[in-house]
């Protein structure tokens, strides 16, 4: 019997958590090969980093589809709904497509787990259906965004015609560490044999390690800064325009709906891995400007209602944070600016709280559905020692901290100090609680 949708929600969320790691990639080869290796049908383009993955994953595939090829997209976590993570031509699957794919994977599980010491977590599974769903279509060009780390990531049982590596730093330090150097090592294994690594801004030492592992592998490469960058930039209506001096080419003119300097730096990467994917050569100019025009990125500094402004960004560990910051002062002119706030329990809260001191007039702490959130109470006292107990509220309930941040933004320099102009609203800190909040604001991805 054909299972519904929320029938194979439940499947899939009853396996292994993506928190929870075994490293190997035993299962899902073994799973890949009964399904006839759809990894192998296509030619991928594999993304590893800390922050930028998903921007820069949406950026390739926009410009792919604007140069004529078919793109499958594989990206993670989803904002609101699993089919989110698996898209082709740009586009989720339907309900319908999810549940064959997940048929198509589920019959070969079934006989990996019986084989392995361990079951098949639940992002083995969605890598696998994903893969398979790719090869079905079939697409030229699947894109592929890692997990978490890359040698032993489920997603690097394909062997990348491009390996992006975005800039390195750390996050999931319980299970990749808290040394970038160390992280670098772990993310440079999806760089191979017949790779071209596309290596975005790194420090130093960074940089030394993939660099080394590169050359290890007799796999080219390119650098930002070196090879590739955006010259200039200037903010636009509804985002930006910036020039690219790409690896063949320069560009100039480019219109990018999306707002911060972070994202003219993944477009410069989305542009080399393109140009590396097809040998090199100069694109044409009129495919690039489609191609980043019509680039979407839901939950990464995303305006989703006006009167009052409230941007909604996945900002989840500090590189990310600043990177927001450092936009949103550079950008917008909110005063006062309120923050809804929701972390997960890993993560480097105390830091993130530092970053975003200097910019909100008021925090409000909040917590979001899942288990592995902070409470809002935890997070409410840590706040409260960084901002002061006058600049704090809690809110256990997400709705309940929209609906208070609005109000204080609404009204403007009343009872804020300093405050000269209209407020606006930023909720940040968790993937899930962007997530959450775009669909209590009811906004579509």
Avoid at 174 to 191: C, M, Q, R
Wanted: hydrophobic share 45%.
């Amino acid at each position: 019997m054909r299972p519904t949708y929320p029938e194979v929600e439940l499947a899939l969320l009853a396996r292994w958590p993506e928190t929870r790691l075994e490293p190997s990639l035993d299962r899902i080869a073994a799973l890949c090969d009964l399904m006839g290796d759809p990894q192998h049908a296509y030619r991928v383009i594999q993304l590893t980093g800390t922050n930028g993955k998903t921007s820069t994953s949406r950026m390739i595939d926009s410009l792919l589809q604007a140069l004529g090829l078919r793109t499958g997209r594989f990206t993670s976590p989803h904002l609101q709904r699993i089919n989110e993570r698996i898209c082709i031509d740009g586009e989720p699957l339907s309900d319908e497509a999810f549940i064959d794919a997940y048929a198509d994977v589920a019959i070969y599980a079934d006989l990996v787990d019986q084989s392995q010491e361990h079951p098949l977590s639940f992002f083995e599974m969605m890598v696998a259906m994903g893969y398979a769903a790719f090869a079905d279509t079939p697409v030229d060009v699947g894109i592929v965004e890692v997990g978490m780390g890359g040698t032993w990531d489920a997603t690097n049982v394909a062997n990348a015609d491009v390996a992006v590596v975005t800039p390195i730093g750390v996050d999931h330090a319980a299970y990749l560490g808290t040394n970038p150097v160390d992280i670098a090592h772990e993310k440079s294994g999806i760089i191979k044999p017949g790779s071209t690594a596309v290596l975005g801004y790194q420090d130093d030492a960074v940089l030394e390690v993939l660099v080394r592992h590169a050359a290890e592998v007799g796999a080219p490469f390119v650098v930002q800064g070196r090879d590739f960058a955006f010259e200039s930039r200037v903010a636009a209506v509804g985002g930006q325009q910036f020039t690219l001096q790409g690896l063949s080419g320069r560009y100039e003119d480019i219109l990018l709906p999306l707002h911060g300097e972070f994202q003219a730096n993944n477009a410069a990467i989305a542009l080399a891995a393109v140009e590396s994917l097809t040998g090199g050569r100069e694109l044409s100019i009129d495919a690039v400007r489609e191609g980043f025009g019509a680039v979407t990125s839901p939950g990464r500094l995303e305006v989703v209602r006006r009167s009052p402004t409230i941007i909604v960004d996945a900002a989840h560990n500090p590189h990310g944070v600043q990177a927001m910051v450092d936009s949103i002062t550079s950008e917008f002119t909110f005063s006062p600016l309120i923050g809804v706030v929701g972390v997960m329990a890993d993560k480097e809260a105390e830091e993130m709280l530092r970053i975003l001191e200097p910019v909100l007039a008021h925090i409000i702490c909040t917590e979001n559905s899942t288990e592995r959130s902070m409470s809002a109470a935890d997070l409410t006292d840590m706040a409260g020692d960084i901002f002061g107990a006058e600049r704090v509220t809690r809110a256990d309930r997400l709705d309940d901290a929209l609906e208070q941040a609005i109000i204080l933004a609404d009204a403007g320099g009343e009872g804020f100090e300093n405050a000269i102009g209209s407020g606006g609203v930023i909720i940040t800190g968790s993937v899930i609680t962007a997530g959450e909040a775009r669909t209590l604001l009811r906004v579509e991805s």
